[in-house]
């Protein structure tokens, strides 16, 4: 049973700062994963999506990785700023042919000015 | 390019009571998902649709959620009669390849809160 982890929960940071956030997955049979935004009250934004046989993708200041081998995902964020501040959630999509995505906890993510 | 829209934003209702959620797909999405995201964790698909038929409702707790997607575009998820476990946010999302594949846009989500 595919379960996915987010490491931290909750992490605090002045703006500026370069960061990343990590995502493990129990199987590395995967489809492809998709990095997403949700601010308070509102739904998901898609932000990156990497299929399985690609190492990573780009947006702007965002830079996402995959490492299927060691179940693991990287979210890099790049001169972080306050508009940075929400809820990043990583979800992995397994093989089979459904497309249900497996969602992990998330990390809440603050830039303070 | 309009995206996924969902009705209404908010619903309180009293438990044991019935309630119904509305999802407009985006256009030429064949895939429609229903997520359940309960306050401090992740969503948790309830039943992923391709077209109007059902690929997935293995998670969808059947004796008191139902849902419907008619004639492949809007669909409807009911929730009869609701527990106060039901409280959380109903996510509709959609994706324009088929059942294997493809990006997934969401929708802004109903707040339920079952008092």
């Known amino acids: 049973k595919q379960e996915v982890t987010q490491i931290p929960a909750a992490l605090s940071v002045p703006e500026g700062e370069n960061l990343v956030l990590n995502c493990s997955f129990t199987?590395?049979?995967?489809?492809?994963l998709q990095w997403f935004r949700q601010d308070p009250g509102k739904g998901l934004t898609s932000l990156l999506l990497?299929?399985?046989?690609?190492r990573e993708q780009t947006s702007g200041r965002l830079n996402a990785s995959l490492d299927k081998s060691s179940g693991r995902s990287t979210l890099y964020i790049a001169a972080s700023q306050p508009g940075d501040s929400a809820t990043y959630l990583c979800?992995?999509?397994?093989?089979?042919?459904?497309?249900?995505?497996?969602f992990g906890q998330g990390t809440t993510l603050q830039v303070k000015p | 390019e309009a995206g996924v829209a969902q009705s209404p934003r908010y619903k309180i209702i009293e438990k044991r009571q019935s309630v119904a959620f509305w999802c407009n797909p985006i256009?030429?999405?064949?895939?429609l998902y229903w997520y359940q995201q309960i306050l401090g964790q992740g969503p948790k698909l309830l039943i992923q649709?391709?077209?109007?038929?059902?690929?997935?409702d293995s998670q969808l707790p059947k004796d008191r959620f139902s849902a419907e997607r008619l004639k492949g575009v809007d669909s409807t998820l009911k929730i009869q009669p609701a527990k106060l476990e039901d409280s959380a946010v109903y996510l509709c999302?959609?994706?324009?390849?088929?059942?294997?594949?493809?990006?997934?846009?969401f929708g802004p989500g109903t707040r339920l809160t079952v008092l």
């Open positions: 990497i299929q399985s046989s690609q």
């Open positions: 256009s030429g999405h064949a895939t």
């Open positions: 199987d590395s049979a995967i489809y492809n």
């Open positions: 649709f391709q077209n109007n038929g059902v690929v997935d």
């Open positions: 979800a992995v999509r397994g093989s089979s042919n459904t497309g249900k995505l497996i």
């Open positions: 999302a959609s994706s324009l390849e088929g059942v294997a594949g493809g990006e997934q846009f």
